[in-house]
């Protein structure tokens, strides 16, 4: 018989049985043969794994429980850390009050800590960051398996931001940037970001600005070889 019991997709997945039984009363992808039959087909298995996320058989039974395995993903993929419980959580795909949890019992494990750091946004600010503590024996010797960790799709996918963030504002001394737009002047912007070997507007910089606008960075005047290559390296990412 075609697909998968619901009992094997659990184990399958790492999901209770009554967790995927609410997942297919949803209609995530489920094709007639699931209903009728009581199979799960395997475009439903891959659909609830898009959406529930999934976590190595190494992890199902340990001391973490499936949300803190999805925040130290969340931060490990996160290099220069996340602001705030909010944004692990966005990030996780899991309740904020659930990530606020997970972060409280993962610090307490010596596996996360929350940082301030001095940042320029216009001014000189100090702000928290979460991020993973890199140099713990524990997690060294957790990461080869948090590697292969299945992060849940966002609840809401994340709206597209047209604006500069105001944390780069010192990047663009010569601009408004209330009025610089991604879509319009993302070439200018790209430039002007690349130029300035900020590595967290780089990282920013390679998801926000359209693919198109970064290729145009290469046809510039005067564009140093290193800034043409990692544009196109950004554009190529996408």
Known sequence: MNGFSVAETSRLLGISEPSIYRA????????GTTKTSGRVTPEAVAGL?????????????????????????ALSR??????????VARRAAIAPATA???LESLSG??????????????????????NLSWRSPLWRALAPVIARVVLPSPRQPAPRQ????????????????????????????????????????IAWAGGAIPPASLRKVRGLRNIPPRVADLADALAGGR
């Open 109 to 130: 494990q010596g596996l996360v800590q929350e940082r301030t750091e001095r940042v320029v946004e216009g001014e000189v600010v100090d702000i928290k960051i979460w």
């Open 162 to 201: 047209r604006s500069v963030p105001s944390r780069f504002a010192h990047l663009f001394w010569n601009e408004d940037t209330a009025h610089l737009d991604v879509e319009r002047d993302g070439t200018m912007i790209a430039e002007r970001i690349l130029r300035s070997n900020d590595a967290e507007a």
């Open 100 to 102: 606020s949890k997970a």
């Open 78 to 87: 996160s290099p220069l850390g996340l602001r705030s419980a909010r944004s």
């Open 49 to 73: 794994l898009r959406r529930l996320g999934w976590i190595p058989s190494e992890l199902r039974h340990g001391d973490l429980t499936r949300e803190e395995v999805f925040v130290l993903t």
């Open 24 to 31: 297919l009363a949803k209609n995530w992808p489920v094709d």
